[in-house]
């Protein structure tokens, strides 16, 4: 009776194993529609822009094909315990990972929004929210598949660091609206960047807590 057991042990830890580097691939396109989202966006690349906003279907086809992999592993392995929290953060996962991938899109949509003119101020503090907001996204996933809660306890402290650079940005916009009201369209428009890449933090800290539900099976708010 033990040999199945085994092998069905096996069958399933390499089915998890596959899971995560599905997530990875998720992270990996959210990230990088982000990251040209932003870049569109400081080149005012319409065509970059259009780009990111068709590489979005990417991103929710695969989340759909990770959904339909965590169903077929509940109804057909059984996990148990572990694995079981394992599959179910993944399912929560890639809803933050689709929506990460939304804001992107949005984004660009911005881009589009703001092509043919140039921006009221230089892009500093945007482009170093997005990275900083990239790498907690990656850090994030692979947090999941290393299942190093140690990692996604840190990054309560760098959502921080993005949350204070948003606020940098509203002030610095507010300023221009005050000494020129015609900016006032613009100036929503960078904010509502600023509030989406916000929003990309704050979705990494979402995947860190499930991180930590899922290695000790109790619910932390880490920011």
């Known amino acids: 009776m033990k040999e199945p057991t085994v092998k069905v042990r096996k069958r399933l830890s390499e089915e998890l194993e596959e899971l995560k580097s599905m997530m990875m691939e998720m992270s990996s396109l959210a990230t990088a529609s982000v990251e040209?989202?932003?870049?569109?966006?400081?080149?005012?690349?319409?065509?970059?822009?259009?780009?990111?906003i068709k590489e979005d279907d990417k991103i929710d086809a695969l989340e759909l094909e990770i959904e339909n992999k965590c169903m077929h592993l509940i109804a057909l392995q059984q996990p148990m315990a572990k694995d079981l929290r394992v599959?179910?953060?993944c399912?929560?996962?890639?809803?933050?990972?689709?929506?990460?991938?939304?804001?992107?899109?949005?984004?660009a949509q911005i881009t589009k929004q703001l092509a043919g003119r140039p921006l009221i101020k230089p892009l500093v503090?945007?482009?170093?929210?997005?990275?900083?907001?990239?790498?907690?996204?990656?850090?994030?996933?692979?947090?999941?598949?290393?299942?190093?809660s140690l990692l996604a306890w840190g990054l309560g402290e760098r959502d921080d660091e993005v949350d204070k650079l948003a606020h940098q940005v509203n002030r610095e916009l507010f300023s221009f609206v005050?000494?020129?009201p015609k900016k006032i369209s613009d100036a929503f428009r960078?904010?509502?960047?600023?509030?989406?890449?916000?929003?990309i933090a704050d979705h990494a800290t979402n995947i860190a807590e499930r991180v930590i539900y899922?290695?000790?099976?109790?619910?932390?708010?880490?920011?």
């Open 87 to 89: 599959i179910g953060s």
């Open 190 to 199: 960078l904010m509502f960047v600023a509030s989406f890449l916000e929003r």
């Open 178 to 180: 005050v000494e020129d």
């Open 125 to 148: 503090d945007i482009p170093r929210m997005a990275e900083l907001a990239i790498a907690m996204v990656k850090d994030s996933v692979r947090a999941f598949k290393e299942e190093n």
């Open 36 to 52: 040209k989202a932003v870049g569109s966006l400081a080149k005012q690349d319409v065509n970059l822009a259009n780009k990111v």
């Open 214 to 223: 899922m290695e000790r099976g109790e619910r932390v708010k880490i920011n």
């Open 91 to 107: 399912l929560k996962i890639i809803t933050d990972l689709e929506r990460v991938g939304d804001r992107a899109a949005d984004i």
